[in-house]
Nanobody
């Protein structure tokens, strides 16, 4: 069973930065768009960002535009989410997943197209 492993979450203060990493042991990320999502208790999981495979084009949710960047290192089979200027509204469990239906991100990001969800990594932004 393929499952992503997310890491890098932490407790930080408003205005701080974090970089999350996403790998999938035993599974090549080649040819798939990879998405980052987040979820807070009692709410639906929401899309944060996506990166395409072929040209690394990206999509961001409006709430994180200008603050978050997404990148992928295909040689390391890893996708990163750089989060800058964090605020308390960014507090959530962050997940990554693969879009098995396409190699390019769709806009909007369609959560149902994504698979291989991991356990997530907790990001808490608090003063």
């Amino acid at each position: 069973q393929v499952q992503f492993v997310e890491s890098g979450g932490a407790l930080v203060q408003p205005g701080d930065s974090l970089r999350l990493s996403c790998v999938a042991p035993g599974f090549s990320l080649d040819h798939y768009a990879i998405g980052w999502f987040r979820q807070v208790p009692g709410k639906e999981r929401e899309a944060v960002s996506c990166i395409s495979y072929s040209d690394s084009s990206t999509i961001f949710a409006d709430s994180v535009k200008g603050r978050f960047t997404i990148s992928r290192d295909n040689a390391k089979n890893t996708v990163y989410l750089q989060m800058n200027n964090l605020n308390p509204e960014d507090t959530a469990v962050y997940y990554c997943a693969a879009n098995l239906m396409r190699s390019r991100c769709s806009d909007p990001i369609r959560k149902y197209e994504y698979s291989y969800w991991g356990q997530g990594t907790q990001v808490t932004v608090s003063s």
